[in-house]
């Protein structure tokens, strides 16, 4: 079935130290997302790619970036992690841009900072 | 901005009963609105959006923008129905970027 990927389910880091989360995609879909979805609260888009162009939410801190290498692949970096990262990450994917989307998610990392 | 609000975070109701979740939400251009479901232990996924105008597992919503709102609907609750739901809301500017609720847990009780 063609889905999009989260690996890993569970993270764990440390505080400061750099994490790496990753989301593939079979559907060959133009437009990916990252969205946090804090405890108890609504997911919060962070960034998202149309094709290799990045897009960055106002409010999304610098200590999260993002990369694509290619269609397929896409990656949330937090470069120095604090205890108010921990948080489920989601991943989605879309065809296109239209306002009326369905978007298809994966099934999340859940980030621990210790 | 725009805003979606969620007044419940748990709704329990008993299997055959009617199923009202509500939505509301603020947005100063046309919306687009949608209905996400995640069951236990699997992805959230799209339930319905208004646009379709559609009923999916007996599931209907209308878009009332009188009153700013997108309540989802069911005439009979089903065990299989309890799960968390989230509206959301679209917005225009170079992607479908959702803006989601904080969700409704949906418990239906034997």
């Known amino acids: 079935d063609a889905m999009v990927i989260q690996n890993p389910r569970y993270q764990v880091t440390q505080f400061g130290k750099p994490v790496t989360l990753s989301c593939s995609q079979t559907?060959?879909?133009?437009?990916m997302y990252w969205y946090q979805q804090k405890s108890s609260q609504a997911p919060k888009l962070l960034f998202h790619?149309?094709?290799?162009?990045?897009?960055n939410e106002a409010d999304t801190p610098d200590n999260f970036q993002s990369r694509r290498p290619n269609t397929s692949f896409c990656f949330l970096d937090i470069r120095s992690p604090g205890l108010g990262d921990a948080a489920m990450y989601l991943c989605?994917?879309?065809?296109?841009?239209?306002?009326?989307?369905?978007?298809?998610f994966g099934s999340g990392t859940q980030l621990s900072v210790l | 901005a725009q805003r979606v609000t969620q007044p419940e975070k748990l709704l329990s109701v008993f299997k055959g009963a009617p199923v009202e979740l509500k939505c509301n939400y603020s947005?100063?251009?046309?919306?687009?609105l949608f209905w996400y479901v995640q069951y236990s232990r699997q992805r959230l996924q799209l339930l319905l959006r208004?646009?379709s105008r559609e009923s999916i597992k007996g599931f209907t919503a209308d878009l009332n923008k009188g009153e700013t709102s997108f309540h989802l609907k069911k005439p009979f609750a089903q065990e299989e129905d309890s799960a968390m739901y989230y509206c959301?809301?679209?917005?225009?500017?170079?992607?479908?970027?959702?803006?989601f609720g904080t969700g409704t847990q949906l418990k239906v009780e034997l």
């Open positions: 989605a994917t879309s065809s296109g841009t239209a306002t009326n989307e369905k978007l298809f």
């Open positions: 559907l060959n879909h133009n437009v």
């Open positions: 790619y149309y094709d290799k162009d990045f897009n």
């Open positions: 947005y100063s251009g046309s919306p687009e």
């Open positions: 208004h646009i």
């Open positions: 959301a809301l679209s917005s225009s500017g170079g992607g479908n970027k959702l803006t």
